[in-house]
């Protein structure tokens, strides 16, 4: 778990919670974890 917050702060707008509305931070979040899933992917 520690190391997907690690990975998720590359994302500077995910680092401060910037967002007013809940939903658009969890876009957000989704948004990270999908270009890194899709990094992964590509890149074995």
Do not use: C, N
């Not at 500077?12 to 809940?22: I, N, P, T």
């Not at 974890?33 to 890149?43: A, F, K, N, T």
Request: glycine share 4%.
């Amino acid at each position: 778990m520690e190391r997907t917050f690690g990975w998720m702060t590359r994302w500077k707008r995910l680092v401060r919670d910037y967002e007013q509305r809940l939903d658009v931070s969890e876009a957000m979040i989704h948004v990270a974890l999908g270009s890194l899933m899709l990094r992964r992917i590509v890149h074995p």
